[in-house]
């Protein structure tokens, strides 16, 4: 602003310029947002080098009858700006005061929100559809309050029948329960469609369950194929395919005989130990996670039994069919080595962020 030079300057257009002046430095002591800041100002428009003082030491070069005009318009300016100033200093000091008595610091970098991510279990059971899904596998969902036919009655679990006892059962009301196990959805695909069909149904079970090892809500995937002439070798050569493909090749699969009342014959199926390859120790120590003996439990499964096909309306003459059921904690706990079911469930991020990369930014 040092458009004022000696030469050729009236009074109005010196009062011009300093009205120019002044509303410029009106607007600057307006955004200044720091005490800082209007000290600035002050300097810029009031100090001893500012621009009041240039424009004061053009008045003698102007004409003699404008300078008393100009010289009160001069001082106004800076009466005005110097008003202006301390009204602002003012309320920047009380504002910092306010903030510093609610613990807020203006000066600090904001804090950025963060993206939220996947959570492990979720990553694990989305993988192991996607492994199933690869070889055909739909994938399907069902509710999680179930009625006593779906997640009983329709899988040969009769009323009485002692296997309600190996799941202790969160009821809602006399017929309705939250579901068990994800076994309902092998009744509600094969109500809704007909064979051939293959499927996979991951979801939420509930049990009346809580300790170490057992949470009262927790992950299953259930998988079912029905077809003609389906054998326990195509489960087998299913299973193994899922293990290699969820751990690595060298995993070896060994299936147990076991019972289940919706499948005939039933296997429990152990994978070799994933933390101490099979061998039961861990450097010196026994393996914790095999208990020394080389093999964990991963799933039940089985032949489905011809009363479940009798329960949904297929001809069991006609139909054979597989099904297994499988916990999602489980598979994550040996694939990442967690040995503390809970971890899964205090969402600390410190255990999150490691499934899934650093935190990220918007
Ligand atoms: N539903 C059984 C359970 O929760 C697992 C299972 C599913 C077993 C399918 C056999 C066949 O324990």
Redesign the pocket.
């Known amino acids: 602003m040092q458009r004022n030079t000696e030469v050729d300057i009236s009074g109005s257009s010196f009062v011009h310029v300093l009205d120019q002046l002044l509303e410029e430095g009106l607007e600057d002591i307006r955004t200044a947002r720091t005490v800082d800041e209007i000290e600035q100002a002050r300097i810029a428009y009031l100090g001893r080098k500012g621009k009041v003082a240039a424009h004061m030491a053009s008045l003698p070069s102007l004409p003699a009858e404008d300078r008393p005009q100009a010289g009160q318009k001069a001082n106004a300016v800076k009466t005005e700006l110097t008003q202006a100033l301390q009204e602002a200093r003012d309320r920047l000091e009380q504002q910092a005061k306010a903030d510093e008595e609610a613990g807020f610091d203006p000066t600090l970098p904001g804090r950025t929100p963060w993206i939220g991510g996947v959570h492990p279990i979720t990553q694990v059971q989305d993988e192991i559809c996607s492994v199933f899904a690869r070889i055909g596998f739909d994938v399907v969902a069902g509710p999680e309050v179930e009625t006593d036919f779906y997640n009983f009655e329709a899988?040969n679990i009769p009323q009485d029948h002692p296997a309600r006892d190996?799941?202790d059962t969160l009821y809602i009301s006399d017929s309705i329960v939250l579901r068990?196990?994800?076994?309902p959805l092998?009744i509600r695909t094969m109500r809704a469609g007909m064979p051939p069909l293959a499927a996979v149904a991951p979801g939420k079970?509930y049990r009346r369950d809580a300790d170490l090892t057992h949470s009262p809500m927790f992950h299953?995937i259930?998988?079912?194929l029905v077809d003609t002439q389906v054998s326990m070798a195509d489960l087998r050569g299913t299973l193994t395919y899922f293990v290699h493909h969820i751990f690595d090749s060298q995993t070896r699969v060994r299936f147990r005989p076991?019972f289940?009342p919706?499948?005939e014959p039933?296997a429990e199926v152990d994978i070799s130990c994933v933390i101490c390859g099979g061998s039961g120790q861990t450097g010196n120590e026994p393996c914790r996670v095999c208990k020394q003996t080389g093999w964990v439990e991963i799933?039940?499964?089985?032949m489905?039994d011809p009363a479940v096909f009798t329960a949904v309306g297929y001809d069991p003459e006609a139909y054979t069919g597989?099904?297994?059921?499988?916990?999602v904690e489980r598979v994550a706990m040996l694939k990442y080595g967690i040995d503390d079911l809970r971890l899964f469930f205090e969402n600390d991020l410190r255990f999150l962020h490691q499934f899934q990369g650093p935190p990220r930014t918007l």
């Open positions: 899988l190996m799941q068990t196990h994800t076994s092998q079970v299953q259930e998988g079912f076991s289940f919706f499948t039933s799933l039940g499964c089985g489905i597989f099904a297994f059921g499988l916990g």
